[in-house]
């Protein structure tokens, strides 16, 4: 069966820390996909990143980036310099290739509060 | 970019009254939408999956009779809440996958229902 897992309830941190979201995840498919979504107060989901199964290349987008490790099942998020605007709950999601894609397994969210 | 439109954002009925969610796909085609329920301060739980042209397909709980979908065009899917009781109350968000390409996955802003 398909799961996520997000450890971490809720991080403070002060503003310009850096921060990292734990991200571990179980799946029998070869082939996948794994996702970051924001979601701040207002509720709507933000799209951070999509990245597949056969692409374990970090990614760094300004200041966020991504470690995604198959050998530990993980697909962590980190925050370099956090600020204030970054206070939200992110979601790590998976979902299956094919023509189940888009049916995403979320974990239950990171509570992160970025302090001034 | 593509965006996922949601109608209502916020609604507010009363208890045993029938509610009524837009998703709409605005500048692609969605053979595939899906429907996820969010309760406060928790994760995002698949509802539906939501299939133009025919029946949805429901996650194991969810009363198909209560929570009544219809895909009956490539850009819009539809949620009704029959006999709304105040347990509904949550926030409902629309996913839908470009049936073009990579089948990438955008969501709505969410509507949040509030039953009294």
């Known amino acids: 069966a398909q799961k996520v897992t997000q450890a971490q309830t809720e991080i403070s941190v002060v503003e310009k820390e850096d921060v990292t979201l734990d991200c571990v995840y179980e799946?029998?498919?070869?082939?996948?996909?794994l996702f970051w979504y924001k979601q701040p107060p207002s509720g709507e989901l933000v799209f951070l990143i999509r990245?597949?199964?056969?692409?374990?290349q970090n990614e760094i987008s300004g200041r966020y980036s991504w470690n995604f490790q198959k050998s530990t099942s993980s697909f962590n998020f980190t925050i370099t310099a956090s600020q204030v605007v970054d206070s939200a709950v992110y979601f790590c999601?998976?979902?299956?290739?094919?023509?189940?894609?888009?049916?995403?397994?979320f974990g239950k969210g990171t509570k992160l509060s970025v302090k001034p | 970019g593509a965006v996922v439109s949601q109608h209502p954002s916020r609604v507010i009925c009363k208890s045993g009254t029938s509610v009524k969610i837009e998703c709409r796909s605005l500048?692609?085609?969605?053979?595939?939408m899906f429907w996820y329920r969010q309760f406060p301060k928790q994760s995002l739980m698949l509802m539906a999956t939501?299939?133009?042209?025919?029946?949805?397909?429901?996650e194991q709980g969810v009363e198909k009779d209560k929570f009544l979908i219809n895909h009956a065009s490539l850009t819009l899917s539809t949620l009704t809440v029959t006999s709304a009781h105040p347990e509904d109350s949550s926030f409902y968000i629309c996913?839908?996958?470009?049936?073009?390409?990579?089948?990438?996955?955008?969501f709505g802003e969410g509507s949040r229902l509030t039953v009294l």
């Open positions: 996913s839908a996958r470009d049936s073009r390409g990579t089948g990438e996955l955008f």
């Open positions: 939501s299939n133009e042209g025919s029946k949805a397909t429901y």
């Open positions: 799946t029998r498919d070869t082939t996948y996909y």
């Open positions: 990245r597949n199964s056969f692409d374990e």
């Open positions: 999601a998976l979902s299956e290739a094919g023509r189940s894609q888009g049916n995403l397994i």
């Open positions: 500048d692609f085609q969605a053979t595939t």
